[in-house]
């Protein structure tokens, strides 16, 4: 008895909290708003509140990803899955679950993933766009194969245009295939596939005439296969023969492109019968030639190749691909060189993204400097570089149209080339730094730059990713990288986006939620990848905290998170 006493209090105090959480989240949301909400405010007054209020509050519960370093069950009972309801009286015509299910544990993410879909199937039958979008950097979670309820509540959304379920669950093959035969609309469609996918005979099924029947809108088919290269190539492959109107297959093949871009993307008239295909992957490993290509897949404007740094480049004709006469973006993985001064050459002047990439930081140059490449590629709006380039002789201004960079500047790649010199672009709106040790030189001169609006004005968002462990922690690194994202915080006026990760153990780790973590003595966490990791075996002292938690930094990073 008095275990089952204990038990109820426990219960009745741990549903006090999560009630007094969820009001405490609608008081600061009110306040974002300009509204200060009464002392006896409770959650059954949300909806007498005034009506653009309400609109106001709600819109954000379902926008605002959880930053707890916890997540708690009776949170998605009390506040998500109510706020997910009340949004639907404005009706809306896209749903994101994003943010909402970002609040539920991992152990109960598919049951309220579920939960969701069913409610939106029973009052939102009509929406046009439901989407659970993977927004990290680390492999997205899954635990369980999408079962009969979940399609059943699916198939139910006919005018879905777009469905984007991007982790908790997978899907059989099958099943998404007569899913999509009663969604007639679908234009985009991303779903991971179960590892069933190894065991299926395309041609005994004959999947290729079940995918031309159930997907005949479909502009957009992105999926993963768990690791099986050789099916995801095959069903890549038969989606490609198979469904002319497709513009990407399996993935973009360009770092920079996007859900976004889908929706703006150039028009370019087809012949009658020829694909539509936008986004080409050429993989070395399982291209037979490049010859064909060009004629099969005329309106590529996007090209990535992927390469193996001893393979003769004649063996499978590479050079068939500059008959392309449509790309505007291209990606080299460990090309050989000459192969990229041909590509460079002949497509730079129409090229608005370039990704260059060697995986061997010991490879040879790309006997390019920057201001070479700039000259080569005037249109240029964006750039990714993991690669050794010439040093300048002297400095002066690149592209003049660049909008984004990234650059990995690990221990031999690019260590010579100055951040002024990447900086200066005027257009930057989104910079990635991705390195070990970035050398600043006059960080002084650097943060008075952006402090006078020299440079960088208008920058949108700052990516960093910094390799390190406890063990190879480099304080005074830490703090020149703290410095510059402090410098932009208070500078730039568009800045709107500001994160900085921590790459450990193949897993990319939040550092306000690592920081955070230490800060509270916390060396577990379930919830967000890596934290254990990082932690695990590790004698953590007093001076590396004190060198490690920034606290101005933690808040820059909150009130600039996505």
């Not at 009776?74 to 994101?96: G, H, I, S």
Request: aromatic content about 8%; overall charge negative; charged content about 25%.
């Amino acid at each position: 008895m008095a275990d089952s006493e204990a038990q109820i209090n426990l219960a009745t105090i741990m549903l006090a909290e999560a009630n007094l959480t969820a009001v405490n989240r609608i008081r600061a949301i009110a306040a974002e708003f300009g509204a200060k909400l009464p002392d006896n405010f409770e959650l059954i007054h949300l909806l007498q509140l005034p009506e653009d209020l309400f609109k106001m509050i709600v819109a954000k519960l379902m926008s605002t990803k959880c930053d707890s370093l916890r997540r708690e069950e009776m949170e998605m009972k009390l506040l998500m899955l109510p706020a997910l309801l009340l949004y639907f009286t404005v009706r809306p015509k896209k749903v994101d679950l994003t943010a909402p299910l970002s609040f539920c544990p991992r152990q109960h993410k598919y049951h309220y993933l579920k939960k969701s879909v069913l409610n939106i199937s029973e009052v939102a039958a009509d929406i046009e766009e439901l989407s659970l979008v993977h927004t990290d950097r680390n492999e997205p979670y899954i635990s369980d194969i999408a079962d009969d309820e979940l399609l059943e509540a699916l198939r139910k959304l006919k005018r879905l245009k777009v469905l984007r379920i991007e982790e908790i669950c997978e899907i059989n093959l099958t099943d998404l295939i007569e899913l999509c035969q009663n969604l007639p609309d679908l234009e985009y469609l991303h779903f991971c596939l179960d590892n069933g996918i190894e065991q299926i005979d395309f041609e005994e099924l004959n999947i290729a005439q079940q995918l031309k029947s159930a997907m005949p809108k479909l502009q957009v088919y992105l999926f993963d296969t768990s690791g099986h290269a050789s099916a995801m190539n095959a069903l890549t492959k038969c989606c490609a023969e198979n469904l002319p109107n497709l513009r990407v297959i399996q993935d973009f093949s360009s770092l920079f492109s996007s859900f976004e871009d889908f929706e703006s993307s150039n028009e370019i008239t087809c012949t009658s019968g020829s694909s539509n295909l936008r986004h080409l992957t050429v993989d070395y490993d399982f291209v037979e030639s490049c010859d064909h290509l060009p004629s099969a897949y005329p309106s590529i404007t996007h090209l990535k190749i992927l390469w193996k740094p001893d393979a003769d480049a004649k063996e499978k004709n590479l050079t068939a691909l500059l008959e392309l006469t449509h790309l505007e973006s291209l990606e080299l993985f460990d090309v050989p060189k000459d192969i990229l001064h041909n590509f460079v050459e002949k497509f730079g002047p129409s090229l608005r993204a370039i990704y260059i990439n060697y995986h061997d930081e010991y490879s040879e140059s790309t006997d390019y400097s920057l201001c070479q490449l700039s000259a080569l590629c005037p249109k240029l709006e964006r750039l990714a570089i993991k690669a050794n380039f010439k040093e300048e002789p002297e400095r002066s201004v690149l592209f003049g149209n660049l909008k984004e960079i990234k650059v990995e500047f690990w221990s031999d790649y690019n260590d010579h080339i100055p951040p002024i010199d990447i900086l200066q672009a005027e257009n930057l709106e989104k910079i990635t730094f991705v390195e070990c040790e970035l050398d600043f030189g006059d960080l002084g001169s650097l943060i008075t730059m952006i402090k006078e609006k020299t440079i960088l004005r208008k920058l949108k968002e700052l990516h960093y990713i910094l390799y390190s462990s406890v063990q190879t922690f480099d304080a005074d690194n830490f703090k020149e990288k703290a410095a510059f994202i402090k410098c932009v915080a208070a500078s730039l006026p568009d800045i709107s986006v500001i994160t900085l990760n921590i790459f450990h153990e193949d897993s990319f780790i939040d550092y306000a939620a690592l920081a955070r973590s230490l800060a509270n003595d916390i060396r577990t966490n379930e919830e967000i990848d890596g934290i254990t990791q990082f932690f695990e075996n590790e004698h953590i002292s007093r001076e590396f905290i004190e060198l490690f938690v920034d606290e101005e930094l933690i808040a820059i990073l909150q009130k600039y998170r996505r």
